[in-house]
Structure formats: structure tokens, C-alpha cells
């Protein structure tokens, strides 16, 4: 069985950093790439970033309102994937999902509240 | 950005019922397009991917058609546990974009 669980959110100040991470198993994790996804508090879906896997020289993917600012990167010996979030702002607040690829499975998602 | 837009926002309909929602993308799209279904509280669940593939699991009561620009998830027959938000999604060209997403409620 495919699952996937997120872990490392929390309050944290505006302009501060937080490190989430997607432990993954039931799956070859080493053959998909992995995406990331967020949900604004009663808003809707918004896709922050995607890294591919190795055969595609795991590289990476941002949308445009958290590039520069955060970092997807993976761990295939351990089958996490990670989102490393600097600078944050209070719009960052939101639960951060995991996702198999472009259209797989989802983790239950974790909650980052970006505020002072 | 490739901009997604679901109509309706909303719906009711009642159990038994056939539904469409529809997707229309601001720029055409190769078949790279999914449909996602999320009940309050809980995660997203995959549907349908690459217009019209059925993930693993899923009732044969939904299905995926379209092409181009205007693309369609319907449900059959709408079953209790179908009440829920769907969200289509673009994964044709960066950056992904999602649709603002249509919430079926029970009449």
C-alpha cells in the first residue's frame, strides 16, 4: 500500500525557516518524481513545486510564488522527499500535501502557520 | 500561467443524479490534465488522470473526457459519498495550475 506522511510543520515567524518532509513507502520511490502542493486555510488547491526523479537529474520545478524562497529536494536512500522554506510570509500559511508525481497518491498533509 | 477555470463554483444535485463539471483552460493543453476529489478536512484524492484514465480504485461512475481547452468530469449516477469539492489540474506546462474548484452539495 502507497503512503505517504508529512511531517515538520508548526507555527514559525515571518521570515523564518521550516523544513517539511514526506516519508514515503510502498512504492519504488527512486522511479517518480514527487510534487508538493498547498491549501491556504478555506481556499483552494495550489501547486508550490515538483522535483523529478533521478534518471531526470532529479531536477526541480517552483511556482512562481516560492521560487527562490524554497527548495524541494529528496532522499532516495530513505524515500523522503523535502521542502525547505525560508524567508516565509503570513500568505505561506497553509497545509502542505506531498504527491506521487504529477497526479498520484496524496499525504494527509501537514499544517505551516506563518505568523508573529 | 495557464489559467483553469471550473464551471459551476457550485451545485447541488441529489443522489442518483448525472453531473458534469466543467474545465476551461486559457491556453490549450496537451492530454495532461487530472481531476482530483477532496472531502472537508481530509486530503485529495485522485480520480482521473491524463484526461480520461481512471486511477486505481475508482468507480467506474466517473469519467473523464475532453481535449484542447474544454475538458468534462462527470459522474453518472451521484452515490452519498460523491458530495464533495473537485479541483481538475493542468500538468501540461509550468507552473502546474489548478482549477478553483466546483463543490457539489446535496439537494
Known amino acids: 500500500e502507497v503512503q505517504l506522511v508529512e511531517s515538520g510543520g508548526g507555527l514559525v515567524q515571518p521570515g523564518r525557516s521550516l523544513r517539511l518532509s514526506c516519508t514515503t513507502s510502498g512504492f519504488t520511490f527512486g522511479d517518480y518524481a514527487m510534487s508538493w502542493v498547498r491549501q491556504a486555510p478555506g481556499k483552494g488547491l495550489e501547486w508550490v513545486g515538483f522535483i523529478r526523479n533521478r534518471a531526470y537529474g532529479e531536477t526541480t520545478e517552483y511556482a512562481a510564488s516560492v521560487k527562490g524562497r524554497f527548495t524541494i529536494s529528496r532522499d532516495s536512500s530513505k524515500s523522503i522527499a523535502y521542502l525547505q522554506m525560508n524567508s516565509l510570509k503570513i500568505d505561506d500559511t497553509a497545509v502542505y500535501y506531498c504527491?506521487?508525481?504529477?497526479?498520484?497518491?496524496w499525504g494527509q498533509g501537514t499544517l505551516v502557520t506563518v505568523s508573529s | 500561467d495557464i489559467q483553469m477555470t471550473q464551471s459551476p463554483s457550485s451545485l447541488s444535485a441529489s443522489v442518483g443524479d448525472r453531473v458534469t463539471i466543467t474545465c476551461r483552460a486559457s491556453q490549450g493543453l496537451r492530454n495532461y490534465v487530472a481531476w482530483f476529489q477532496q472531502k472537508p478536512g481530509k486530503a485529495p484524492k485522485s480520480l482521473i488522470s491524463?484526461?480520461?484514465s481512471l486511477q486505481s480504485g475508482v468507480p467506474s461512475r466517473f469519467s473523464g473526457s475532453g481535449s484542447g481547452t474544454d475538458f468534462t468530469l462527470t459522474i453518472s449516477s451521484l452515490q452519498p459519498e460523491d458530495f464533495a469539492t473537485y479541483y481538475c489540474?493542468?500538468?501540461?506546462?509550468?507552473?502546474?495550475?489548478f482549477g478553483q474548484g466546483t463543490k457539489l452539495e446535496i439537494k
Open positions: 491524463a484526461v480520461s
Open positions: 489540474h493542468q500538468y501540461d506546462r509550468y507552473p502546474y495550475t
Open positions: 504527491r506521487v508525481g504529477d497526479y498520484g497518491q
